[in-house]
């Protein structure tokens, strides 16, 4: 397993995380520390938003040389900080050797993930799978690549 900083990914959406520590003997919580408190906070009673950064990140790095399943990726995220998000998967799966597949009903999160793709030059590391119902009920993948995906966003081509 790679030295990965937490406290980065947890950044993403609370600039003032300082340090993320996991408490207890038997039923370990874990608590962040931030900038202008002294006393450390447990992480859950911080919202949706960052509880969803680590468990994603965290499973992310105990996936090395494996996959990586997250359903309705968006859940949680603010449409603001999924590329981000995104970008750091993409940075980390590279690193580690992970296929990351990801579910999701929301446009916001395929744009920012096409975003991720396009703007950070991981064009060749993502693939949007949209499932369409063909004939007989049965069921047709399409692929839309990061040139198909930014064809389809500027355009206003539905893709979900």
Sequence with gaps: ???FDYINALRII??????????????????IKLTHQQTPIPLKSMGDGLNR??????????ADNGYLLIDEFENGLHYSVQETLWKMIF?????LNVQVFATTHSEDCIFS?????NK??????????????GLNSQVQAVEFDAQELSIAKHNHIEIR
């Design 53 to 62: 950064v680590l468990t994603i990140i965290l499973a992310l790095v105990n």
């Design 14 to 31: 609370e600039p003032q995380v300082e340090r993320l520590a996991f408490i207890g003997e038997r039923e370990r919580v874990a608590y």
């Design 91 to 95: 940075m980390v799966a590279n690193k």
């Design 1 to 3: 397993m790679i030295c």
């Design 113 to 117: 993930f096409e975003n991720a793709m």
């Design 120 to 133: 950070y030059d991981f064009t060749h590391q993502g693939r949007l799978i949209r499932l369409n119902s």
